[in-house]
């Protein structure tokens, strides 16, 4: 399970870990530095009374800095040479028990599964893959006291900017009503089946059943409607597939497909992807897409084994995947989990 909350601090702010910079090491004892951040909260409209509930009797959690050492160069994200096989990755992910979970998942919230994907425009089969890959369809959750986590992190300043935001927003979770006994989640401080971060949750969680609050901890409606919510507000096209299988002979025209633009947002994951091109013009070089796809969708060609390998046509869909987690194991396995959810 520590390969999934590892990723989980990414979870759905890419772009926010990529930008974190290290700031100073502590130079203030925790207590000092928790005045420091109620100041800001407060500056920032928090109540006193949630402040001294939360914050009263806190003390930093070692194990947490530990962890956090040991999670420097997470998989797919930072590594600089050689990544290690998407076939080994996926046989290690998309086990058996992980698809007869979504099988059921899916069979007992079948027509609530379907209601949402029908509100949101998220096919039911990827909402409840990321609710796998997560939180192995709610089983493991993570038992962390999350503003002790966050805390800890912000404190330790290796990535300050980003935990001190989390710890003043988990603040405002409590200010919005969630009890402080159910802020409990991994130790980079995600939480609940979708393994939101506190400013996730202020920002996209949703109260799915209608009574007020969004628990994404212990109601599926409102679990499977916030990540839905999630991914349409990253911009998932309806009725696009992720990616489709691509059948690229021996013979097939790679000249020129080479990507030339260096993404701002984790650039090893996107550097592996080709250029874009149509459906159309993939073709036209000899590469066949094995699944129904538009001739006009833009996809690029990913071949994460190599030539010889299984390749596959990715759309701006996946790129919405990514935007949940950014590593390219993560998305091809939740999107590969998802299809064949689809088959069943
Ligand atoms: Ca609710």
């Not at 050689?82 to 086990?95: C, I, K, Q, V």
């Not at 007869?100 to 998942?105: A, K, L, S």
């Not at 599964?113 to 990321?130: D, K, N, T």
């Not at 499977?224 to 998932?236: E, K, M, P, V």
């Amino acid at each position: 399970m520590i390969a999934h909350t590892i990723r989980s601090f990414c979870l759905a702010i890419s772009a926010i870990c990529l930008l974190a910079t290290p700031a100073a090491a502590q130079t203030q004892s925790f207590d000092s530095y928790l005045q420091t951040v109620a100041a800001k909260a407060r500056a920032e409209g928090v109540s006193q009374r949630t402040i001294d509930r939360v914050f009263s009797g806190l003390t930093p959690n070692n194990r947490v800095l530990e962890l956090d050492r040991d999670n420097v160069g997470s998989p797919g994200t930072t590594r600089s040479a050689g990544f290690p096989s998407m076939a080994s990755y996926l046989d290690r992910h998309n086990t058996p028990s992980r698809i007869n979970g979504g099988v059921r998942t899916l069979g007992r919230l079948g027509s609530l599964a379907r209601r949402v994907e029908g509100q949101y425009g998220v096919p039911a089969e990827i909402v409840v893959a990321i609710w796998g890959h997560e939180t192995a369809y709610g089983a493991v959750m993570g038992s962390f006291d999350l503003p002790r986590s966050l805390a800890t992190l912000a404190w330790d300043g290796r990535r300050r900017t980003l935990f001190e935001r989390e710890l003043i927003d988990v603040l405002k979770m409590v200010d919005r009503g969630v009890p402080r006994s159910r802020l409990v989640g991994s130790w980079a401080g995600a939480f609940g089946n979708g393994q939101f971060l506190p400013s996730v949750y202020l920002r996209l969680a949703v109260d799915g059943d209608g009574d007020g609050q969004a628990d994404i901890w212990n109601s599926d409606a409102d679990t499977l409607a916030s990540i839905a919510n999630y991914f349409r507000d990253a911009g998932w096209r309806t009725g696009e597939p992720w990616a489709v299988r691509a059948y690229v002979p021996n013979s097939a025209d790679r000249s020129g497909i080479e990507n030339r633009v260096t993404s701002p947002v984790c650039p090893r994951v996107h550097e592996r992807h080709s250029r874009w091109l149509t459906v159309r013009e993939w073709r036209a070089r000899g590469i066949e897409p094995r699944a129904p796809i538009d001739d006009n969708t833009m996809a690029a060609l990913f071949e994460p084994d190599g030539p010889s390998a299984p390749g596959y046509l990715l759309t701006q869909n996946y790129r919405v995947i990514l935007e949940y987690n950014c590593s390219n194991y993560y998305a091809m396995s939740v999107g590969l989990l998802a299809d064949e959810l689809a088959r069943r």
